[in-house]
Structures are given as structure tokens and as C-alpha cells.
């Protein structure tokens, strides 16, 4: 299976910054089928990239992925409020599908 | 709009059995594979099990195979789970998930499964 890990666990960034997001995979994701997805508690996920790079309906254009391969990233390029939760990526690509473990963007 | 409308949950002793269900609407049910993932208190997602559209073909995580049973009525539009065996690390928020191999935008709300004595 593979295995993906999100760096940096916590990433802590004032309104307006911008946020750089990792995902690294332990073997090549096919056909870069790779997921974002927002998570606020006591919610279930929000998709915001599949494809790596395909923005899911009513993400808006600040959120933004790319990498290929095994390196993944999520960006968003001016951080809104209600932007801070949980990210996590997902692959898949290959079965079983699989998450990476989150990373947690915190109001600096 | 899709609907996924899990229910179920519930607290059960460690050995003990429980049975989720997942009430979808809105979409061609039957032409869907479906997924269970589940999220344990305070921890990250982990995918459980899929189910293509037919029922003809499932798939479990190997930290659930031969406890749990994935399985789906299509004419009454409802995915299933049912746990035994349980254990204290299956203490989670179970959500279905509306696709199989794939990136899921239609999530139910989740029903919590809690097992402690």
C-alpha cells in the first residue's frame, strides 16, 4: 500500500499569508490521482483537488495542487479565515486507497 | 443534491457486534461502488472498505478483514456495514462515501461507533 506523508504537521500562518501544504507518497501515484481535501471539526471532508491539480465544484481559485510522481503540494495563495482546519491528501490511484495523517493550519 | 445519511453507531462492549447503514438518494445508486472510511477520535482518515455497484466485488482494510462485512440493498438505496468482533481501536466516526477507486465529493455526516465497556 502505499504510504503518503503530510509535511509539516502544523503549519501556523496569519489572514492573507500564504500556504504551502506537502504530500509525499512512498511509490509513484498512477496517473497522479492524487486528492485534497479540508476537514473542520465535527465535519466530514471537503474536497477541494482531485487530479492533482483539478479544482472540485465551488473550490475557489486561491486553493490550487501540483507535483507529480511522489511530491505533492497544495497551496493557497492568500489564507481567508475560514480557511484554517485540517488538510488532508489522499491517493487513488492504486487500491487500497489511501490518507495522508493531516496537516493542521493554525491562525498564527 | 446527493444524500448520504449514515446511522447505526452507538456504544458497545469490546466482542460485540454493530450494524451501519447509509442511506443514499439523489443518484443512480446501483451504477455506484461505495466506501466506507472511518476516523477515530482526534486522529487522521482511514479508508475500511468498498463495495462495487453490483455487491459482486468488496475490498477490506487489512485492519478489519474477517470482522467486518461490507454489503448494499440497491432497491432500497442502502450501503451496510456490519462490525464484529469489536475492538477499543475501532472507536471512530464512521462516514460512507459515495465512489470506489476514486476522490469522493459526497460524504455522509458520519455516525460515531464507540467501543468500550
Known amino acids: 500500500e502505499i504510504v503518503l506523508t503530510q509535511s509539516p504537521g502544523t503549519l501556523s500562518l496569519s489572514p492573507g499569508a500564504r500556504a504551502t501544504l506537502s504530500c509525499r507518497a512512498s511509490q509513484s501515484v498512477t496517473n497522479d490521482y492524487l486528492a485534497w481535501y479540508q476537514q473542520k471539526p465535527g465535519q466530514a471532508p471537503r474536497l477541494l483537488i482531485y487530479?492533482?491539480?483539478s479544482r472540485a465544484t465551488g473550490i475557489p481559485d486561491s486553493f490550487s495542487g501540483s507535483g507529480s510522481g511522489t511530491d505533492f503540494t497544495l497551496t493557497i495563495s492568500r489564507l481567508e479565515p475560514e480557511d484554517f482546519a485540517v488538510y488532508y491528501c489522499?491517493?487513488?490511484?492504486?487500491?487500497?486507497?489511501?490518507f495522508g495523517q493531516g496537516t493542521r493550519l493554525e491562525i498564527k | 443534491e446527493v444524500q448520504l445519511l449514515e446511522s447505526g453507531g452507538g456504544l458497545v462492549q469490546p466482542g460485540g457486534s454493530l450494524r451501519l447503514s447509509c442511506a443514499a438518494s439523489?443518484?443512480?445508486?446501483?451504477?455506484?461502488?461505495m466506501t466506507w472510511v472511518r476516523q477515530a477520535p482526534g486522529k487522521g482518515l482511514e479508508w475500511v472498505s468498498v463495495i462495487s455497484g453490483d455487491g459482486g466485488s468488496t475490498s477490506y482494510a487489512d485492519s478489519v478483514k474477517g470482522r467486518f462485512t461490507i454489503s448494499r440493498d440497491n432497491p432500497k438505496n442502502t450501503l451496510y456495514l456490519q462490525m464484529n468482533s469489536l475492538r477499543a481501536e475501532d472507536t471512530a466516526v464512521y462516514y460512507c462515501a459515495k465512489g470506489g477507486l476514486a476522490s469522493f465529493v459526497d460524504w455522509g455526516r458520519g455516525t460515531l461507533v464507540t467501543v468500550s465497556s
Open positions: 487530479g492533482t491539480s
Open positions: 489522499q491517493q487513488y490511484g492504486s487500491s487500497p486507497i489511501t
Open positions: 439523489a443518484f443512480t445508486f446501483n451504477t455506484y461502488a
